[in-house]
């Protein structure tokens, strides 16, 4: 049984883009990205961890959560349960995919001092151990985007579909995802989700780049909103609780 913190899949279509730089990402992309930002960041890790980790995914899955790779290789990170990653559903979680690539990132000696290559390959013990290198640009663009205090530096835009299931179950199942990845405290309302503020703008980023993901229409804190055709704007959104508004 699917649980409810592992919304029912759909092919996401959206876009979304870093301001301030060329890069453009899939729904999937962004999303993927975010989960993996904000594993490091409830784990207290510095920047630096969250953009080797980027960096990594990007070489081994470009941060697309794959059902497929070399042998028995998985996931966004291709973590291969035979070589003690994980049971196949475990490496194909982000969250927990993630959260062992940071487990293996901090068991490294000067991991935050070593080239980022050199740092993620000591994790990964890839037959290219340069290829990750090639990524550190976008890894750190991306990085900042996503753990800005500010809003505005990660938009998504996606064309709204019909959403399927009861109102109810789709909300609880939003609150759920966002007490497992970000560690924030919820609360329901009819066709919304609050987020306990301190989850800040890092959270509200989260929200913007799993809205496709997770059907919603917008995302509102502190005096910006976010829409899914109109952007960011101004708005009268108070800074007492990050909302996220499903779609009807």
Not at 35 to 45: D, E, K, P, S, Y
Not at 142 to 150: F, R, S, W
Not at 195 to 200: F, I, T
Not at 201 to 206: A, K, L, R
């Amino acid at each position: 049984m699917r649980s409810l913190e592992d919304p029912d899949p759909v092919q996401l279509t959206g876009s979304c883009t870093v301001a301030g730089t060329d890069l453009t990402l899939t729904s999937e992309q962004a999303s993927s990205a975010a989960t993996i930002a904000a594993v490091g960041r409830a784990r207290g890790l510095p920047e630096r961890a969250i953009v080797i980790a980027l960096a990594t995914a990007q070489q081994e899955s470009t941060l697309r959560n794959l059902d497929y790779g070399d042998r028995d290789s998985l996931g966004l990170f291709q973590q291969r349960p035979s070589q003690g990653w994980g049971t196949p559903e475990q490496v194909t979680d982000p969250v927990y995919a993630a959260g062992k690539f940071y487990d293996g990132l901090v068991r490294v000696r000067n991991w935050e001092s070593l080239r980022l290559t050199d740092a993620a390959q000591r994790v990964q013990r890839s037959g290219y151990p340069e290829a990750y290198q090639q990524h550190a640009t976008m890894a750190e663009q991306l990085t900042a985007a996503l753990t800005a205090a500010e809003p505005g530096r990660l938009t998504c835009t996606y064309e709204p579909r019909a959403p399927g299931g009861r109102l109810s179950q789709r909300t609880t199942a939003v609150a759920a995802a966002v007490e497992r990845e970000l560690g924030a405290a919820t609360t329901e309302r009819f066709g919304a989700v609050e987020v306990d503020p301190a989850a800040g703008w890092p959270g509200v980023t989260w929200a913007v780049a799993h809205a496709e993901r997770l059907g919603l229409r917008s995302v509102s804190f502190a005096g910006s909103e976010w829409t899914t055709g109109g952007g960011w704007t101004p708005s009268d959104a108070g800074a007492d609780a990050v909302r996220l508004e499903l779609s009807r």
